[in-house]
């Protein structure tokens, strides 16, 4: 038995949602929907028992929170983390070669969800008992780090679950979609609106209530327009509230803009047609990679603190070049100013290995032009005036593919370390994973709601 096997095996085996006998109406599926959520959002807002905000860490790195939907010291520790991670790593091995699984058959679509089900299992109990470890190294207590396992296991299989429910059909997209969006979301709107006093500064947190505060107090306005307070880092300002509205107009413009490759199809001779590419060909997984490999080596750096002081430091010092501003300094245009070299350094790294993770991922996901050529041949379409060969029809992608991965993987790390400097609310690599899903859901609401209308529609396209 091999490991795709093993894992297959081990998914089968373990607590399941099953399909609904029959298609929800999408009324029905936007009720469930709204249930996963509220359950996750509850799950993000019930802390974990002997587990204080004294003890816990991450606290400052937002992407990673974001990414992974995860709240800090609450029951929704590890969020969607275990599943994003099973899901890329699956991904990686299957298009690599490295598994050979048929993903054009039922039986191969099966394994892999099943294997990719088990392979979440194991990371939740691995960073579950990680980050059990970590919480509770300073107690005494030996029933204290089963507890804190014990309750993010059951937790983190919950959502788990949550996710499958709705991507079976019983709601709408996918729970890993739906986390992300709410979390992002629900970091925009406390930034926005957020009425709840910073710190010991009696202003609320939200940018509207404190310009209100702000107005009626007749204090100067030229502090809310650039944050330049260390007492208040996380303060929003007007430039990061510009920002945020000038990022979302560039970041759906580029999301809506395509590459098209003139093709016809064996089914069809003589009538031409387009394949888009789109400008974004990778999307915002190389921003997501290198937020995670920061993540990562914090995590380390924080484990290692109480193996060697030494290891802590090295970690430390090259999880800060991921992080900018440094702590202490206030996340606004300003922090250019106090630490120029910081801000230099944040960049290049960002930028280059969002490129790297970006072709690399190109190759690993399927998505280089060898495979994109196999697809397009056993799908029936050809290119204008080219032989039926995949040498050709692949020399001919290699010049859009290569390109638009080199150009969009360029363009979303600069997006995100230019959202970085400018304050943006939720974070650039937020807003490009908000907008990317909430286009994906308004697709996708289209969809169901054209199928209700038009009954007929459904045997066309098979459902």
Same mark, same amino acid.
């Given at each position: ?26 009324t ?46 609450? @029951?929704?520790?590890?969020?969607? =983390?275990?599943?994003?991670?099973? =899901?890329? $790593? ?9 598994i ?29 008992? /990680? ?9 005494? &207590? ?7 396992v014990?309750?993010?296991? *059951? ?16 709601g ?15 970091v ?14 009696? /202003?609320?947190v ?8 702000? $107005? ?6 030229q ?26 107009i ?5 999301? &809506?803009?395509?590459?098209? $490759? ?14 888009? @590419? ?26 290692? &603190? ?14 800060n ?24 350094i ?13 072709m690399l ?6 998505l280089?032009?060898?495979t ?7 799908? =029936?379409?050809? $290119?204008?005036?080219?032989?039926? &060969?995949?040498? *050709? *029809? ?8 290569y ?7 360029? *363009? ?17 690599? =937020? ?12 697709? @996708? /609401?289209?969809?169901e ?15």
């Amino acid at each position: 038995m091999g490991f795709m096997d093993f894992l297959a095996k081990m998914g089968e085996n373990l607590p399941a949602v099953s399909k609904p006998k029959d298609k929800p109406t999408l009324t029905r599926k936007l009720l469930w929907t709204f249930i996963g959520l509220i359950v996750y959002l509850l799950m993000a807002s019930i802390p974990l028992y002997g587990v204080t905000s004294s003890n816990s860490f991450l606290s400052n790195f937002l992407a990673q929170q974001i990414i992974f939907a995860s709240s800090q010291g609450t @029951l929704a520790q590890l969020g969607i =983390g275990p599943v994003i991670t099973s =899901g890329l $790593i699956m991904q990686i091995l299957v298009g690599s070669k490295l598994i050979n699984v048929d993903l054009t058959t039922q039986e191969g679509k099966s394994k892999f969800t099943q294997a990719e089900k088990a392979l979440a299992l194991i990371f939740i109990i691995v960073e579950s008992s /990680l980050f059990g470890y970590v919480f509770t190294r300073a107690t005494s &207590n030996i029933l204290l780090p089963i507890i804190v396992v014990v309750q993010l296991i *059951i937790a983190s299989y919950i959502i788990l679950l949550l996710d499958e429910m709705i991507q079976k059909g019983w709601g709408l997209g996918s729970g890993v979609s739906l986390f992300i969006m709410a979390g992002i979301m629900k970091v925009i709107f406390w930034n926005m609106f957020g009425i709840v006093s910073v710190q010991s500064q009696n /202003l609320p947190v939200g940018f509207f209530p404190l310009l209100v505060s702000y $107005i009626t107090s007749g204090r100067n306005l030229q502090e809310i327009v650039l944050n330049t307070s260390s007492t208040t880092p996380y303060q929003p300002d007007l430039i990061g509230l510009i920002a945020t509205v000038g990022l979302t107009i560039l970041i759906v413009y580029l999301v &809506n803009t395509n590459i098209y $490759i003139p093709v016809t199809t064996q089914r069809l001779r003589g009538i031409r047609t387009t394949v888009p @590419l789109n400008f974004l060909y990778v999307s915002s997984i190389p921003v997501i990679f290198v937020s995670v490999l920061g993540a990562d080596i914090q995590l380390f750096a924080s484990l290692a &603190n109480s193996i060697s002081n030494s290891a802590s430091g090295i970690l430390t010092d090259i999880a800060n070049a991921f992080f900018f501003p440094p702590q202490g300094v206030p996340h606004s245009v300003y922090a250019l100013v106090v630490d120029p070299v910081g801000a230099a350094i944040y960049a290049a790294v960002f930028i280059v290995l969002s490129i790297v993770f970006g072709m690399l991922w190109i190759d690993v996901a399927g998505l280089d032009p060898k495979t994109q050529a196999e697809q397009m041949i056993r799908s =029936g379409i050809e $290119i204008p005036g080219m032989r039926t &060969n995949p040498r *050709i *029809i692949e020399g001919i992608l290699s010049k859009y593919i290569y390109a638009l991965g080199f150009f969009s993987s360029l *363009i979303v790390g600069l997006i995100a370390v230019v959202a970085t400097f400018l304050g943006t609310y939720g974070t650039g690599v =937020g807003l490009l994973l908000a907008i990317t899903i909430a286009m994906q859901y308004y697709n @996708l /609401l289209a969809y169901e709601r054209t199928l209700e209308m038009y009954p007929l529609l459904k045997r066309i396209v098979g459902e």
